[in-house]
């Protein structure tokens, strides 16, 4: 992605919209976001070595990111109803 820097501001796409998942666009803006602290910082809690939901968010974690790897900016422009020409996604 760059960064296009103009009174409007966005991001043009360095290729093209099929090749990007959703998850290459999070890792891009925001890094890897965990459902919960703990999952990459097992220290973050004290609770965490036998905590029961660990393995909950960690199965939660994985599906997230099945979903967003398998998930392409094409299919979501092709998703995306035109019922008006000023809806803007702001990421």
Not at 7 to 14: C, Q, S, T, V, Y
Not at 38 to 64: H, M, Y
């Amino acid at each position: 992605m760059k960064i296009i820097r103009s009174p409007k501001r966005g991001h043009i796409l360095a290729k093209p919209p099929a090749h990007i998942t959703m998850a290459q666009v999070m890792q891009a803006l925001e890094g890897y976001v965990p459902p919960m602290e703990c999952l990459p910082n097992p220290d973050f809690c004290k609770l965490s070595p036998g905590c029961a939901l660990r393995g909950v968010w960690q199965k939660i974690d994985e599906l997230t990111q099945q979903v967003l790897s398998s998930t392409t900016i094409e299919e979501l422009a092709q998703r995306h109803q035109t019922g008006s020409l000023e809806t803007m996604y702001y990421i």
